[in-house]
């Protein structure tokens, strides 16, 4: 896969959720994470979407950049 192709799209699509821009704000806006939270440990996470985050957190390329975007964006809850 292409580095540049990977953004929060790409990463909705492999975690098999509704992926284009305003069903990722939406998602976001419903699932906000308190500040104790991390976010591989969401309540809303299934397994397999747990280990696809796992492994988006251990690759040193733009999939960790957009791992720490959502991680933000769910954070601030927008």
Do not use: C
């Not at 397994?47 to 964006?73: H, Y």
């Amino acid at each position: 896969m292409d580095l540049e192709g990977y953004n929060l799209k790409t990463l909705f699509d492999q975690l098999g959720l509704p992926s284009e821009a305003d069903e990722i704000d939406d998602f976001i806006e419903a699932h906000p994470l308190d500040a104790d939270t991390k976010l591989v440990d969401a309540p809303f996470w299934s397994e397999s979407q747990k280990q696809t985050l796992q492994e988006w957190i251990g690759k040193d390329d733009d999939r960790a950049i957009v791992f720490d975007e959502l991680n933000v964006r769910l954070h601030d809850g927008k």
